[in-house]
């Protein structure tokens, strides 16, 4: 069997997997709950567990068609996609998925959005830095209305100098992702983690380029689509890549170690298809 037959096969499974029965069987309290009323029933699927974002016991409801971005926290109103997130980067950086964030002293994090329920439990740790992209009229490190202006293709940080960098559906928003990435593999530290999220196909041989600058002018090659962006309320910011099965080859000719993880941790709040997470870390010997 092929790898694209076998990604194929993933997702199907996946996707057959991610049901919301209307009378789930009882199970564990770690696990997906009997709705103990009607109107409890009448929220869908309903979880119970630790919430790997703020490290406490929660339930997670409001589950959507999409689940990737949606199932609030009882208490820190993460999504799926957040705790994902979360979930890998305690577990990668041997933190206790329950419990508040207690890295070493000297443990340098980089996330690239400055709101959001992960920003929030992070914000407070003494080595943590935040930004966002305002737009190419700005130098990265500038502040722009109190906030840090970075542009992941052209970063402000010296070399080797982060232990954890974070992204999270952000690598899809600029016109060249992997000199982003090798970016980041020079201000990491050797050892040192970018954890991230992209929207990515298995279906993908290659990465799926929807647009690219040409003669500086953007050149659309599909259809025009938008995410949200807080910073852009209103006109949201621009899909230049849905990212394929290449992606991990390309982060590995960078000189990344990379692998991508496979979540279904519905004890965590975390299922659904796309559940997928990635790590890129640079060598010790780098």
């Given amino acids: 069997m092929s790898i694209v037959e076998k990604a194929i096969r993933k997702l199907r499974m996946a996707t057959l997997k991610w049901q919301k029965p209307s009378a789930p069987p009882a199970l ?49 109103q993460s999504f799926n996609r957040q705790r994902q997130m979360a979930f890998t980067i305690r577990e990668q950086c041997g933190l206790p ?17 400055t709101t959001g329920a992960l920003h929030l439990q992070l914000a407070e740790l003494p080595n943590y830095v935040c930004s966002e ?77 929807r647009a690219k600058i040409v003669d500086g002018e953007i050149i659309y090659l599909e259809e025009k689509a938008f995410h949200g962006d807080p910073v852009r309320p209103d006109e949201g910011v621009l899909v230049w890549t849905i990212f ?22 519905p004890a965590y709040g975390i299922v659904g298809p796309g559940a997928l997470t990635f790590e890129a870390r640079k060598p010790l010997a780098a």
């Fill in 133 to 209: 992209y305002f737009g190419d009229e700005y130098k990265s490190g500038e502040m722009v209305d109190g906030r840090r202006h970075e542009d992941l293709q052209a970063l402000s940080f010296a070399d080797n100098l982060l232990d954890l960098v974070m992204t999270s559906d952000v690598m899809e928003h600029m016109p060249e992702p992997y000199a982003a990435h090798a970016e980041i593999f020079r201000v990491l530290k050797p050892g040192g983690r970018h954890i991230f999220t992209v929207p990515y196909s298995p279906l993908l041989a290659e990465d799926q380029v």
């Fill in 244 to 265: 394929g099965l290449n992606m991990l080859d390309r982060l590995r000719s960078i000189g990344f170690e990379a692998s991508e993880w496979d979540l279904d941790e």
């Fill in 28 to 76: 564990d309290a770690n696990s997906i709950e009997t709705p103990p009323d009607t109107e409890h029933a009448d929220e869908g699927l309903v979880l119970s567990g630790a919430c790997s974002v703020c490290g406490a016991a929660a339930r997670f409801t409001g589950f959507t068609d999409n689940p990737r971005e949606s199932g609030r926290c009882s208490n820190c």
């Fill in 97 to 113: 998925q329950r419990g508040g964030w207690h890295f070493p002293p000297d443990f340098t994090i980089y996330n690239t959005e």
